[in-house]
C-alpha cells in the first residue's frame, strides 16, 4: 500500500503557500497536486501589490536548474492571486512558507528612500515577514 493511501484525509482544508520568485518547481508542484488528493484546497500568496499597483494577479518564475541543455530552458512560471497582506492566516488551516528566501524578500519593504537611516539587517529581520512593510495592518490582520 502506498504511502498516499495511509495518509489523513484532509477534507475541506484550507492552505496557504506563500512563495516568491525563483521557486523550486517541484516544491510547489507537490503542494499544488498532493494536498488536493488529501481534500484539501491550496492558494498561493506572495505580495502582489505595492502601492497603487494592484494587479488581480502576478506571474512568478522558478529558479533555473544549471544542469538543463540550455540552462535557461527550465525557467517556470505561476500566477499568484492573493496578496498576502489582503488574506488573514486564521482563514487558512495551515500557512507554508516555501523555502526560505521567500521569508526573507517579505520582509523587505522595497526601494529604501534617500536619505534614509542606515539599513539595520538585525532590526530588519526581527518582525513577521510580511509586516515589515505595513506594522499596523499585521497588527489587525494576525500576520
Known amino acids: 500500500m502506498g504511502g498516499l493511501q495511509r495518509a489523513p484525509r484532509i477534507d475541506g482544508a484550507r492552505i496557504a503557500v506563500v512563495l516568491e520568485n525563483k521557486f523550486i518547481p517541484e516544491e510547489i508542484a507537490a503542494y499544488l497536486s498532493g494536498f ?6 491550496v492558494a498561493l500568496v506572495s505580495r502582489i501589490w505595492y502601492g497603487d499597483y494592484k494587479p488581480a494577479a502576478t506571474t512568478f518564475y522558478s529558479d533555473v536548474d544549471p544542469s538543463d541543455d540550455p540552462v535557461w530552458a527550465s525557467p517556470q512560471k505561476i500566477d499568484v492571486r492573493h496578496d498576502i497582506l489582503q488574506v488573514r492566516p486564521a482563514d487558512f488551516d495551515a500557512v507554508i512558507m516555501a523555502a526560505n528566501y521567500t521569508s526573507v524578500r517579505l520582509r523587505y ?10 539599513f539595520d539587517a538585525w532590526e530588519h529581520v526581527q518582525s513577521a515577514p510580511s509586516c515589515a512593510s505595513s506594522p499596523k495592518r499585521c497588527r489587525t490582520s494576525g500576520w
Do not use: S
Open 36 to 41: 488536493p488528493l488529501l481534500g484539501a484546497q
Open 109 to 118: 519593504p522595497g526601494e529604501l528612500p534617500e536619505g534614509a537611516a542606515p
